[in-house]
Structure formats: structure tokens, C-alpha cells
């Protein structure tokens, strides 16, 4: 809302500069949101009256003007091309700095001197492109020299406020400046429109039904006639442009005008193109189709509220006037609508056609209907005097809106308890007072009555938010909260989350936030039907992600068509999985990691290629961390490689998988693995037991087994540890060897054995017969002991 | 005889003078000290000497050969030491050469602002809640008294699954799941993605936001003023001011927005903070009855407070980033400065 500071004065009385009350209006609710000026104020600016006109000698496109600027005439050449003998015009003379830097001095244009310059609106800054220079009305009582400055209000302050939308009543000057007047404490002088009616009777051409009667309470219309369509007065014009709107001719310009001082959106339909002179309110039939003003034939659907007459659809109610009832240059009776129209309807319709109005952004969040008649009136009046018009007397209405009494009851413990005040019942009443509520005391109870401008004030609550922005929130003393504190910190998954993502980065992990939505492709192939978004930005955010894989493969190819190819990536989010019969799906929290590119490396090093052990070796370091052990299995996964892809499972539930992405999908090759969150709070909860160490010394002894190419490690790593006997306490496979010395299909696989025991030092002999032992059960998967 | 104790003893330090590596030296020795040596040679000579010259000259041969002896341990004592101050030498490293880091990996920046706030309001008692992100109508609005049709629906463009489902607008839904689940007293903060059909430099149809919810008896507008304060301070720096505007939110009343003094300006008025000298960071409020009333509480008890702020805002504010996009680009070169 653009509040031009010298409008905002004609209904209040202020000493007090823009930023000041920029200040204290957004300190009462209404946030100031920028201070700007009207236009570009420039100094030697006068109004010029064009006496005489010539040809320039030297150039077809260039006039030789003689201009009165009242002490003096003056020539001046333009190349303005709507110049005419007795205009009245913006003239900048001779040392006046234009906005953009142009210095105006005395020149010879072609040979020719000039001693100023004809202004546009444009120059002005009152528009973004202008065709010609302005033209200043002549019925007005300009005088030539006078200052356009002055006449224009070039360079007054116009601040733009942020109107919360519970008020409405705020989206007008008189609603601003009944807010400035309550802080102030002066009164709000409301226009008293007058009207001098012609005999002739509005309810002799007009009627009005109202059938939709829930969605309109109040419609009333005045008959105005012999209107002349002309410019706006110019200081209407300059007001609309300052707050925002493009003047356009007198009938519409007054029914913004009056829109913006009062709030209250009118609509002037051509009287004479409204068959039977009679005005339905109705809701719209399926399919009905109306042309706009916007000229974009709209198809209705049921329960759209219409204006119409007995034959076709005039207008869309709150919205926007139709076509075939428009204003034109021959319209001769105007009949003006004002009226109340339910928001909620109002707000479905102008969604629905993605139609949004300055009319349907007020109707929408509830007017007052007491606003119908004054503003009705009010722009009768403006009607009378600047277009010429008529008015017919009275006012045809229809709607059953009756005056009803807000009544709120509260006490005023009750607003000092919620704020924490401890303000006199006195203070209080006087704060409800001054924002325009009748209040009642007795004892601690108030009864407070609301008008009808208020109609956000429902209950006890919106009466201590009155007493809050008015006494200020920042003199509300700060005060500890009581109560006992029953955190119990962290959740176990909330805890699991932290470690996981400090310890990922702390082994070069860099940690992603992605989109949880994708475009449905990206999902290709993984299982599960997504959750599908109905009215989605683009395709490609249409669906929920069912895995993280494409997110982070993306994020790889990001990085990788960026030239960085080395990365290390990992997001810890939701993935979104249909449920069979629940409304909503299920949420499950993933960690999803990505590999790429070569290790790090250093200066005496060339970096390899990472691998999959790099990736599975971080899946295993989070688990130690965790107090888990991970068990791979092969496995078969969509969009992975079929030889390298393991299941990752925790006490036999498989909870997720690592592998490489499938080589058909990726330049180079990228490692990922997706598991669940919740499953690894489960180390967490393990208590901790200390062991005794033992005196006894270890025995360490290394083994290679020659053996089967296809037997997995995990295999002969099992069948050692349970061939070793007790005092096998460590097992690390250090060595994997292929090649000519152990054979074709063959592989060696280096163990390092730790023995020991907790009573004893262990002999030879029982190492050996747990060698023994050891050999014997590899032997079973064609493993042997290599010397 | 002393002449040749005497000229013997000048031979020796005279080549022990010249010795300059252990080899040289352990040749010296076996030269002068060995079984075959001079000086053992000397003592052997001693049979042929008058009985009673043998005393005299033999403890003039042991005092040379101790003296010997102690010169060669000194001497061995300094080559030992001048060689391994040269092989220390050579060991000498370039300790200029970069040293072999781990790949260092990287918090995401709207992570490590969103467990900094965590902290502050762990610290103060709170628990952290989780809720759905996929939300019913219900949950997302009517509960938190917006009503269809309520004009704040626009403020946030929703994105549906149908016609009662929909992705939440807002982390404030955890509000009414919460209160659905626990009686009061509550002290929760919930963070999280929420989302909106915008997308620009300054919107983005992800984001994410932290949600406050406080219902005790007694909880009072100077409670939420100064947990506001204490949090605000403790994120921007303890000497910025907290100013507090009347605003409206469905779900509070009074509601209100509030600011901090800006802190490249201080206040005085810069481009960030469009010359007002105040920055918003959140919006808050005295929870509405209406949803205490459907949440089941006793409006007549329980009184409390909530707010919400966006953790893209103040990271954007925090590190001068001027595109929400990078957010979630993914790029290292982005990542990589945190």
C-alpha cells in the first residue's frame, strides 16, 4: 500500500515527517517497507503557455516555440511532437540539473536559439516511457510561471507499507490515517460527501436483485448521467500516480480514487448497455463465458458469483467488469456499483481463473459493508464535478446485510496476563478507546463493542493485541519463562544424525542438501511408485524422490561437467514411499553417500582412482564409530553394477546397499550407497563393560591360503574364526595376491592371527593345533595353506 | 728410552691431529694400541731394559698409552658427533612441501546454522521435534486456524499431492502434531524443509525453516520477548539491539515480526538492510485459542508462545550469498567455503 504522505494529510492532522511515521506506523502494526518521492523534483521548473509556433529553418523535426513562463517569454526548441499554439506546459529554464544529469542552459539548436526545455512525463519521473511533453489542463486555474513543483507535488515523500492481511481497513488513506490519528491522538476527518441529486429517480431505471444472497450482503448503485469522459483533474492524477495507478480517463480515475481513499473497490458499468436496467447478482451457471475487460473471454464455473442482467453476464463480482457494459466515449448514464461480496467467494473465484485484481485483493480479506453508501456517495459527487454528470436521486439497493454488534467481553487481568503487564484497568480502557472500540468496565470486566471497520476484532485475544501495538511491544518488559524444563536433549535417531554427518566430513565426506522432488525420469527403473506433486513448478520437480541415488548422482554430474571430477559427497533426508492404505506416505530418514574420481593426492604421490573398498571402508569406519558391524551379501540392485553391489544388513535386516553405479549410466565410475537412519540408533543404546587387559603375551602368526578365485573372504575369514579356538582373538585379512604364482582362477589371501589368553602364556603346540585346526576347515573350501 | 716415549708420543698426536673419520681412527688405534701396536710394542721392549729402569719407563709408557686412550675417545667422541650432525643433515626435509592432509570434507552451510540454532535452544530446555513433510491439509492449516479460503492461504503457495494432502508450507504443522501427541508443558523447536511453488534468486520451491513452540501455564508476550532476545543475541552477536513490530500470522495473536539492529551498518542504514538499519529475522506470536482449542488445551490454563524463522535467510544474511540456488547446486566450489 503506497501512502502519499500530503493525501494522507487531507484526513489528519500531522506535524510529523515521513520517516517518522514511517516509524511509528510500523511500530503499530503497518510496516514501512520504503520512503520514496514523488517523481523528480528539478529547480526552474514553470508552467509554460505556448503563444507562438514555428517552423525550425534548419530542421523538419524541430519547432521554434515562443513560451510565456510569466515574467518573461522565452524561446524554446523542441522536437515534441504534440506541441500546439495556447498549451499549457512543463517548461525547466535555463541551470536547472535534470534527474539523469542533463544540464539545462541557454543552447542554439541548428542555429537556433533555445532557452529551456518542454518537459514529459517521463522527464518528470511520473512515468516509465512518454510519447510527447504534458499537458497541463486549462480549465484548472493554472498560470503561466507558476511552479510545477508545487502543482505536481514533484518530490513529496510517498512511503509503502506491508498491510497485514487481517486489515483491510488499513488498505485506504482514511484507514492509514485513522492509524496515524490514534497514535497522534487526532481525530480522523472523514469525506462528507454532497451530492446535489437531479429529481430524476435512480429506481426508475434501475433494479436491483440479488439472488446469491449469502455471497452478497450489500449491493447498492447510483445512476450518473451526461458524464463526459475527459482527463482526470490533475491533482487526482498526481495522487494516483504516487500511490501506484495509472490515471486512465475521469470515470475511472474517480473510481480508484475513491477505491484508495475509502477502500471500498467500485465498478462503473454503461448504464445504457445493461438490458431492463436490471442488475442480477447472481452465481454463475457451468460453463457460462464472459469477456473481460482484460478482453480474455473467461469460461465460468458454477458458483462463481456474477454480476449480470436478465440477459448475459455483465461483470465478475469484486473481480472485474466485462466488455460488453464498459465505459466508452459515448456512454452517457453510468451506473456505479458498490457493494459487498463475500471473500471467501471472491477468493476461490480470482484463484481459480488466476485472476487477482486491486478490487478482489481487498474483497478478499473482508471489507466493511458499512463502506458501501459513502463511497457510493463519494464518487457520485467526484462524478458531479469532474466529469459533468448527474446524479439521479437516491440509491438503489439490495442484500441483507444488517448492522450486528461485535460485543467482546474480556477483563482486564486477562490482557495484562497474556502480555505480562500490569497495567491499570484505566490504561487499558484508554488504549481501546483511542482505536475507535466502545468500552464498558465493571470491575476487572470490560465489555468492548467493535465497529464494523474492525472486523478482525473477534475475541479477548485480538483486544490484547490492540493493547499491545498501541502501549508498544518494546516497552512490554522481558521476563524469564517459568515452568519446569523437561528436555530430554537429543532423540537417539536426532543423536545418530549429528555423528554421522561430523564424522563423514571429518573423512572428507562434503555434505549436500538437494531437492526432494525430481522429475519422475530421474526415478527410472528403482522401485516403488513416487508420490506425485498435482501442481508441480516443472516436470522435473513433479515427484518425491524414492531414493537419494539420483540426487547425488546429479550432484556427481554437476560437479563433474564442472571440471571437478575428484568428490566425496553425502546428504542424510527423507526419502517418500506410498503406503498401502494410508493417506500419507511414509517418511524415512536415508543416508546416501557418492564417491567419484581419483583419492587424494600428494605432491610425491599420484592420487589412484577411489574404488568401491574406499566407499565400503566408510560405511565400516561409521559403524565402528557406531558400535555396529555392517554384513555385506552380493546383490543384484536396479541401475548398479551386477558384480559389484552388496546389500548392507544389520543383525540379518538388510537396511540398505553400497555398490557402483551402474557403468552404462556414468562416464567414469561413481561408488553410492543408500542405508537407513533409524535402524543405526541402535549401538547407542549399548552400555560400555570395560575388559581387564591381560598379562599374558599374544602370539601372532600370519597364513596364506591358495584357494578358489569365487570363494568370497568373507567365507574363509568365518571358517577361521571358527576353526581357531578360543584364544584366536584377531583375525585381519592383510594380503590379496592373483597372478602366475598361485594359478589361473586362484587367488592368496594373507591372514594375520592373533593368539591370547586371559590365565595363561599359550604353548607352541596349542597355536598348532589351532593352525591345524584352521587348515583343515579351509581345506573344506578348496583352500590350502601356502608355505 | 723417554726420548723414544717422547718422540713417539709427538708421532701420535701429531696423526691423531689428522684424523677426520672413525675408519682413520680405528686404525690409529691398532696402529698405536693394538697387540702389534707401538705403544704395546714399547711395553714389550721394557724386558730388555735394566731391571731397575723397567719401573720408570713403564709407567712412563702407561701414562702415554692413557693418555693416548683418552685423546681417542675424545676424538671418537667428536667424529661421532660430526657425523651424525651430518647425517642429520642429510636427513634435512623441505618442510616447506605440503603436507599430506586428508581430504577435508565440508558441513553444509544451512546445516551447521540450522544446529547452531539447535544448540541455543537446547541449551534453554527445548526438545527438538520431528514432523511430516508430506501433510495433510488439516495439520498444515485448519488446525492452525487457517480456514479454506483464509487469505493467508495465498501468502504460501502450496504445493498438493490432492485435494486434502500437500507438502508442508511451513514448519509451524509440527505445532499441531505436537499438541495433538503431548499434553503441555511443551518446549520444542522443529526444524526442517518446507516448501512453496516460488522459485527465484531469493525463493526457492525448497527451503527450510525452524518452528518454536512454547505452552505452559502463565507463558506471557515478555517470555517470547526475551527467549526472542536471548536467541537472536546469541546467533548475531550479544551487542546487537532486538526491536519487536505488531505483525499477523493466523496462528498467533498478538502476533508480531522481529528485527535486528543491522549488522554490516550497525544500524546507520546500508543496501543490506535498506537503509532502515533493522533486519527481520523471524515472525512470532502468542499462540491463537483457536488452536489451543483444537489441539484439546485449556485456554483458560495454558497460554504460550511460537515463532518461525527461515534458515536460507539468515545463512544468505550470515555469508553475503545473494542466490538461494547455490543451496542446493551441489557445487564444490560453493561447498567448498564452508
Known amino acids: 500500500m503506497r501512502v502519499p504522505i500530503e493525501w494522507l494529510k487531507d484526513y489528519v492532522d500531522t506535524d510529523k515527517d515521513a520517516e517518522t511515521l514511517a516509524d511509528l506506523l510500523t511500530k503499530t502494526g503497518s510496516e514501512a517497507e520504503g520512503i520514496e518521492v514523488l517523481g523528480n523534483r528539478v529547480e526552474n521548473l514553470v508552467v509554460g503557455l505556448i503563444e507562438r509556433i514555428e517552423k525550425h529553418p534548419n530542421a523538419d523535426r524541430l519547432v521554434v516555440c515562443q513560451v510565456n513562463v510569466g515574467s518573461e517569454t522565452v524561446q524554446i526548441v523542441t522536437g515534441a511532437p504534440n506541441v500546439e499554439e495556447g498549451m499549457l506546459v512543463p517548461v525547466v529554464l535555463p541551470g536547472a540539473v535534470l534527474a539523469d544529469g542533463t544540464k539545462i542552459k541557454a543552447a542554439k539548436l541548428r542555429g537556433v536559439e533555445s532557452f529551456g526545455m518542454l518537459c514529459s512525463k517521463e522527464e518528470l519521473g511520473l512515468e516509465e516511457k512518454s510519447e510527447g511533453i504534458l499537458v497541463l489542463p486549462q480549465d484548472e486555474g493554472i498560470q503561466p510561471g507558476q511552479d510545477v513543483n508545487e502543482l505536481l507535488k514533484l518530490g513529496s515523500p510517498i512511503v509503502s507499507f506491508g498491510i497485514t492481511p487481517n486489515r483491510p481497513d488499513c488498505l485506504s488513506m482514511v484507514g492509514m490515517a485513522r492509524e496515524v490519528g490514534i497514535i497522534e491522538g487526532k481525530p480522523l476527518r472523514l469525506p462528507r460527501p454532497e451530492v446535489s441529486e437531479v429529481p430524476s429517480k435512480a429506481a426508475d431505471v434501475v433494479k436491483v436483485t440479488v439472488k446469491a444472497r449469502d455471497l452478497c450482503p450489500r449491493y447498492a448503485c447510483r445512476v450518473i448521467e451526461d458524464v463526459k469522459l475527459g482527463p482526470s483533474p490533475l491533482w487526482m492524477q498526481q495522487r494516483l500516480i504516487a500511490a501506484g495507478m495509472r490515471p486512465i480517463n475521469n470515470i475511472v480515475d474517480i473510481t480508484n480514487y475513491v477505491m484508495l481513499e475509502l477502500g471500498q473497490p467500485l465498478h462503473a458499468f454503461d448504464a445504457d448497455k445493461i438490458a431492463e436496467g436490471e442488475i442480477i447478482v447472481r452465481e454463475a451457471e457451468e460453463n457460462e463465458v464472459l469477456k473481460t475487460l482484460d478482453g480474455v473471454e473467461r469460461k465460468l464455473e ?137 468500552v464498558a468496565s465493571n470491575g476487572d470486566a470490560l465489555t468492548v463493542k467493535v465497529p464494523s471497520f474492525r472486523q478482525d476484532i473477534e475475541q479477548e485475544v485480538d483486544l490484547a493485541e490492540e493493547v499491545a501495538r498501541i502501549y508498544g511491544l518494546d516497552n512490554i518488559p522481558d521476563s524469564i519463562p517459568k515452568g519446569e524444563i523437561a528436555s530430554s536433549g537429543l532423540t537417539q535417531l536426532q543423536k545418530v544424525e549429528r555423528i554421522l554427518a561430523r564424522e563423514l566430513a571429518s573423512i572428507g565426506y562434503s555434505e549436500l542438501i538437494t531437492y526432494s522432488f525430481l522429475s519422475e525420469k530421474r526415478l527410472e527403473g528403482l522401485p516403488g511408485e513416487p508420490v506425485r506433486i498435482a501442481n508441480p513448478l516443472s516436470e522435473e520437480q513433479a515427484v518425491l524422490r524414492t531414493s537419494l541415488l539420483p540426487s547425488l548422482l546429479k550432484a556427481v554430474e554437476t560437479n563433474y561437467n564442472r571440471l571437478q571430477k575428484d568428490v566425496a559427497f553425502f546428504e542424510i533426508a527423507k526419502i517418500y514411499l506410498k503406503s498401502e492404505g494410508q493417506a500419507l506416505p511414509e517418511e524415512k530418514l536415508m543416508l546416501g553417500a557418492a564417491l567419484a574420481g581419483k583419492k587424494q593426492g600428494y605432491f610425491d604421490a599420484a592420487p589412484g582412482d577411489v574404488d568401491f573398498y574406499d566407499l565400503k571402508g566408510a560405511l565400516d569406519y561409521l559403524g565402528s564409530r557406531l558400535r555396529l558391524t555392517f554384513d555385506y551379501a552380493p546383490s543384484q540392485r536396479p541401475r548398479m553394477h551386477p558384480g559389484r553391489c552388496a546389500d548392507v544388513s544389520l543383525d540379518g535386516r538388510v537396511i540398505g546397499y553400497i555398490g557402483q553405479i551402474h557403468p552404462d549410466e556414468t562416464e567414469e565410475p561413481v561408488y553410492f550407497l543408500e542405508i537407513e537412519v533409524e535402524p543405526l540408533t541402535k549401538g547407542l543404546s549399548e552400555v560400555v563393560v570395560y575388559k581387564g587387559l591381560t598379562r599374558f603375551p599374544a602370539v601372532f602368526r600370519d597364513i596364506a591360503l591358495v584357494g578358489p578365485m569365487a570363494v568370497p573372504a568373507k567365507e574363509l575369514t568365518e571358517a577361521i574364526i571358527n576353526a581357531g579356538g578360543r584364544h584366536l582373538v584377531s583375525v585381519e585379512l592383510f594380503d590379496l595376491y592373483t597372478g602366475p604364482q598361485v594359478g589361473e582362477g586362484k587367488k592368496s589371501l594373507a591372514y594375520a592371527l592373533m593368539f591370547q589368553s586371559e590365565e ?11 593352525l591345524k585346526n584352521i587348515q583343515a576347515k579351509v581345506a573344506e573350501k578348496d583352500f590350502i595353506f601356502r608355505a | 728410552m723417554n726420548e723414544n716415549i717422547n718422540k713417539l708420543r709427538e708421532e701420535v698426536w701429531l696423526e691423531l691431529e689428522k684424523i677426520a673419520d672413525l675408519e682413520a681412527l680405528e686404525k690409529f688405534r691398532v696402529k698405536y694400541l693394538g697387540k702389534k701396536g707401538a705403544i704395546t710394542a714399547l711395553l714389550r721392549s721394557m724386558g730388555s731394559l735394566p731391571k731397575e729402569e723397567r719401573p720408570l719407563f713403564g709407567k712412563a709408557v702407561n701414562e702415554l698409552s692413557t693418555e693416548v686412550e683418552e685423546k681417542l675417545e675424545e676424538k671418537e667422541a667428536q667424529l661421532m658427533e660430526a657425523k651424525r650432525a651430518r647425517q642429520l643433515a642429510e636427513e634435512a626435509l623441505d618442510v616447506t612441501l605440503p603436507g599430506r592432509a586428508p581430504r577435508l570434507g565440508h558441513r553444509h552451510p544451512l546445516k551447521q546454522v540450522m544446529e547452531e540454532i539447535e544448540e541455543i535452544f537446547l541449551n534453554m530446555g527445548y526438545t527438538i521435534a520431528d514432523g511430516r513433510e508430506v501433510e495433510d491439509d488439516f495439520h498444515n492449516f485448519e488446525a492452525l486456524n487457517i480456514p479454506k479460503d483464509h487469505p493467508s492461504r495465498d501468502m504460501q503457495d502450496t504445493f498438493w499431492i490432492s485435494s486434502d494432502t500437500l507438502i508442508r508450507t511451513h514448519t509451524s504443522s509440527v505445532q499441531s502434531r505436537v499438541m495433538e501427541k503431548q499434553d503441555p508443558p511443551v518446549r520444542i523447536i522443529a526444524p526442517g524443509r518446507v516448501y512453496r511453488c516460488d522459485d527465484d534468486v531469493t525463493h526457492s520451491p525448497m527451503f527450510h525453516q525452524v518452528e518454536g513452540l512454547v505452552v505452559d501455564k502463565g507463558i506471557t508476550f515478555g517470555d517470547l520477548k526475551w527467549t526472542l532476545t536471548v536467541f537472536i543475541k546469541a546467533l548475531f552477536g550479544q551487542e546487537r539491539q532486538v526491536r519487536f513490530r505488531p505483525s499477523y500470522f493466523p496462528f498467533t495473536e498478538p502476533s508480531c515480526e522481529v528485527d535486528v539492529s543491522c549488522f554490516v551498518c550497525n544500524g546507520k542504514g546500508c543496501r543490506l538492510c535498506k537503509n532502515t538499519g533493522w533486519i527481520e529475522i523471524l515472525g512470532a506470536g502468542m499462540v491463537h485459542p483457536n488452536v489451543l482449542k483444537i489441539a484439546g488445551y485449556d485456554t483458560k490454563v495454558y497460554t504460550g508462545f511460537a515463532f518461525g524463522l527461515g534458515i536460507e535467510r539468515i545463512a544468505m544474511l550470515r555469508y553475503g550469498i545473494d542466490d538461494i540456488r547455490l543451496f542446493y547446486e551441489s557445487d564444490m566450489r560453493f561447498l567448498s567455503q564452508f
Open chain 1, 302 to 438: 458454477k458458483g462463481m458469483l456474477l454480476i449480470a442482467d436478465p440477459t448475459q453476464p455483465l461483470a465478475l463480482a469484486g473481480i472485474m467488469g466485462g466488455e460488453s457494459s464498459e465505459i466508452t466515449e459515448s456512454t452517457k448514464r453510468v451506473l456505479l456499483e458498490s457493494a459487498n461480496f463475500n471473500r471467501g467467494s471472491i477468493r476461490r473465484t480470482s484463484r481459480k481463473l488466476g485472476l487477482r485484481s486491486e478490487a478482489s485483493s481487498r474483497f478478499e480479506k473482508g471489507l466493511d459493508p458499512e463502506l458501501v453508501f459513502l463511497a457510493a456517495d463519494r464518487a457520485a459527487e467526484l462524478l458531479e464535478k469532474y466529469a459533468g454528470g448527474k446524479v439521479y436521486s437516491g440509491t438503489v439497493v439490495d442484500g441483507d446485510y444488517e448492522a450486528k454488534e461485535t460485543v467482546v467481553e474480556t477483563t482486564a487481568s486477562f490482557i495484562n496476563r497474556l502480555l505480562g503487564l500490569e497495567l491499570e484497568k484505566s490504561q487499558i480502557v484508554e488504549i481501546l478507546t483511542k482505536v475507535g472500540l466502545e
Open chain 1, 760 to 770: 595363561r602364556t599359550l604353548t607352541d603346540s596349542e597355536i598348532d593345533e589351532a
